[in-house]
């Protein structure tokens, strides 16, 4: 079945960057749209970024201009550059596919999450 696995993340000053890594596995990475949502301290899961199977994207407000989300179908892997960083950007960064087989069913795949932390 599918399985996402997201890496990259780490603790990081106001005004710096990182980039998340989500690998894919299962053979659907191509065909689906890939998302990352984030969840801080004391807060909701909240949508962050997506990218559709054709390559097109959505950012949260509070994240364009500063967060850029791509795709390499070669490597099953989605990424997330994120730029400027502040403080509130820290949380737990997660991978989502959403898989729909059947008109009767759909499934939804989480990675584990990786932690950023903004602060001086």
């Known amino acids: 079945q599918v399985q996402l696995v997201e890496s990259g993340g780490g603790l990081v000053q106001p005004g710096g960057s990182l980039r998340l890594s989500c690998a894919s596995s299962?053979?659907?990475?191509?065909?689906?749209?890939m998302d990352w949502y984030r969840q801080g301290p004391g807060k909701g899961r909240e949508f962050v970024a997506r990218i559709t199977s054709g390559g097109f994207t959505n950012y949260a407000d509070s994240v364009k201009g500063r967060f850029t989300i791509s795709r390499d179908n070669a490597k099953n892997t989605v990424y997330l550059q994120m730029d400027s960083l502040k403080p509130e950007d820290t949380g737990v960064y997660y991978c989502?596919?959403?898989?729909?087989?059947?008109?009767?069913?759909?499934?939804?795949?989480w990675g584990q999450g990786t932690p950023v932390t903004v602060s001086p």
């Open positions: 989502h596919t959403r898989v729909v087989p059947t008109v009767e069913a759909q499934y939804d795949f």
């Open positions: 299962g053979g659907i990475f191509r065909k689906n749209d």
